[in-house]
């Protein structure tokens, strides 16, 4: 069967001198897909609009941020994703410098930061988890933004609705 995904991207603003990291609570919305989770900032790319742009506006209409230091960290494939089973292929940035006076919510959520040891404990489906509610698989790859390894990842990750089948990717 042919992949035709929706092209999409997510990103982690990365507060390095406090540590913390800037996610979303989507809570605004009862009808969102997204509805009850912590997620980066990032959505759907736009027609004649490049994968950097698209990230870069997101941050924005989200954040009111504009980014000056972005890092591709990796890309996946999810399948039969979420309540509608969606395709998707995500590029995953870390965002680590900024300019622009950081909203505190819009339209799908509130900003918020948290330390990123609550964020990567969260993943191993510690006590952080309850106060982090994610995607299941987003364990699997938010370590890897945020890991010391320079290398890009380039992952796949099936879903059936709204759990994870199966996860793996590749450095290069």
């Not at 609009?49 to 960290?73: G, K, P, V, W, Y």
């Not at 994610?134 to 320079?150: A, Q």
Request: charged share 25%; aromatic share 10%.
């Amino acid at each position: 069967m042919r992949f035709t995904p929706i092209i999409g991207t997510l990103s982690y603003v990365w507060d390095q001198a406090t540590d913390q990291v800037l996610l979303i609570r989507r809570n605004a919305r009862p009808d969102d897909d997204h509805y009850g989770k912590v997620n980066g900032l990032g959505g759907k790319v736009e027609i004649d609009e490049d994968i950097a742009t698209s990230a870069r506006r997101e941050l924005h209409e989200e954040a009111n941020i504009d980014a000056t230091s972005m890092t591709l960290r990796g890309t996946i494939t999810f399948t039969d994703f979420g309540p509608k089973r969606e395709q998707w292929l995500v590029f995953v940035f870390v965002v680590t410098a900024w300019e622009g006076e950081m909203g505190v919510a819009n339209d799908e959520g509130v900003l918020e930061w948290s330390s990123r040891s609550d964020v990567l404990a969260a993943c191993d489906d510690g006590p952080q988890a309850q106060r982090l509610p994610m995607w299941p698989g987003d364990r699997h790859f938010i370590p890897l933004v945020f890991d010391d390894d320079e290398r890009v990842f380039h992952g796949t990750m099936p879903y059936d609705a709204d759990k994870p089948v199966s996860w793996n990717y590749v450095r290069l």
